[in-house]
């Protein structure tokens, strides 16, 4: 039986800060969303992200039919997936949360739907090994905010189906998506990696009394940020191994990862360097809201995919080159 991707119905576990993101997303491109979460309130504080994100969503486009009429919120997961032509797992990123879920889901769900779980970095051929017809199960790793940023890391276990990855990318790129296939099964994947340790010496630099959280923000948004929006690091530093290129980059800055600048094993989290992160950002908040700041947040990222997608165009290539 071959795997659904022609999807008018998608189901969404978990409705948190990443499920409600993939809700959001979903009705944008006019599906039918079914959802559920066990927490008391889950529906309403859904419903509020949805409203929240939605000024984005309409600024970008709506698919012909979208609303966030469509979503239907339900009390069991048998409910949630039993019609689901899609289904995206989004809970806590629990390894023995995970394995007894998608147990359940996979048991309640058609057998040739695909499944995608949203986790950061586990591994699918650990927390899917409970899962009926294993096949179709897969990672799809998204980036908050899910209802914008089009990168999706798919990520296959032991079991799943190379069809099944074919039919995932499917169904991302329809929602919108641009899919990168991580080929070997590792933690944390290829994005969560290079963030983990972005962020691990984000922590030394605050616990060394080095720079304010604000002034490592500083560091990234003005500088290395602006130019990751649209080349990477690989293509950045043969660049700037000037007419030589990479060759040259190597040369001269190769022996500097041998100081070496950075420190492998995370920092201790002390209470005064979780205090000190926490009292950083509560003062570069201010008095701004996380709803504001989602809204501020979402206006300049669809200018500068306005931009990227642009400037692309003029050199002769499409916005997923
Ligand atoms: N927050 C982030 O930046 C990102 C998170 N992820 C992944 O997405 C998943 C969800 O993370 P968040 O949305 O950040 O967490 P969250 O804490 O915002 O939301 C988790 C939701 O799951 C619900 N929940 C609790 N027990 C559950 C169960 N047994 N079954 C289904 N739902 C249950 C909670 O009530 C809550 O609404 C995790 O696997 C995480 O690694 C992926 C990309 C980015
Ligand atoms: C912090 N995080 C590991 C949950 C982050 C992600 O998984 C991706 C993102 O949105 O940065």
Redesign the pocket.
């Known amino acids: 039986m071959p795997f659904i991707t022609e999807i008018k119905t998608f189901a969404a576990?978990?409705?948190?800060?990443?499920?409600s993101g993939w809700v959001a997303r979903a009705l944008a491109h006019g599906l039918d969303v079914v959802a559920?979460?066990?927490?008391p309130g889950?529906e309403a504080a859904l419903r509020k992200r949805i409203a929240n994100a939605w000024p984005a969503l309409q600024k970008q486009g709506l698919a012909p039919g979208a609303s966030q009429d469509r979503l239907t919120f339900v009390a069991t997961i048998e409910e949630c997936v039993r019609d689901a032509d899609f289904i995206q797992e989004?809970?806590?990123?629990r390894l023995d949360?995970k394995l007894d879920?998608h147990a359940k889901i996979s048991a309640a769900a058609k057998p040739n739907a695909i499944i995608g779980?949203?986790?950061?970095g586990l591994l699918p051929s650990e927390f899917y090994e409970s899962a009926s017809h294993p096949e179709r199960c897969v990672v799809g790793?998204?980036?908050?905010p899910v209802y914008l940023l089009p990168l999706v890391e798919i990520v296959g276990g032991r079991s799943t189906s190379p069809d099944a990855i074919e039919a995932a990318k499917t169904i991302y790129t329809v929602l919108g998506m641009r899919p990168l296939h991580v080929r070997k099964e590792v933690p944390g994947f290829i994005a969560d990696r290079l963030l983990e340790a972005l962020w691990r010496e984000a922590l030394h630099l605050v616990n060394d009394g080095v720079a304010s959280t604000g002034e490592i923000d500083d560091a990234i948004r003005f500088g290395a940020g602006l130019r990751w929006s649209f080349m990477g690091t690989f293509l950045t530093y043969t660049l700037a191994g000037g007419d030589a290129g990479m060759r040259h980059f190597m040369a001269q800055f190769g022996p500097a990862l041998k100081l070496p600048w950075t420190y492998l094993p995370a920092p201790e989290l002390t209470d005064k360097l979780i205090d000190d992160v926490v009292e950083g950002t509560s003062e570069q908040l201010g008095e701004r809201s996380i709803a504001a700041l989602e809204r501020y947040r979402d206006d300049t990222l669809l200018a500068v995919l306005e931009a990227v997608k642009s400037s692309k165009t003029q050199h002769g290539m499409a916005f997923g080159d």
């Open positions: 576990l978990g409705s948190g800060v990443i499920g559920w979460d066990p927490a889950a989004s809970a806590p990123e949360l879920l779980s949203s986790t950061s790793h998204p980036f908050n």
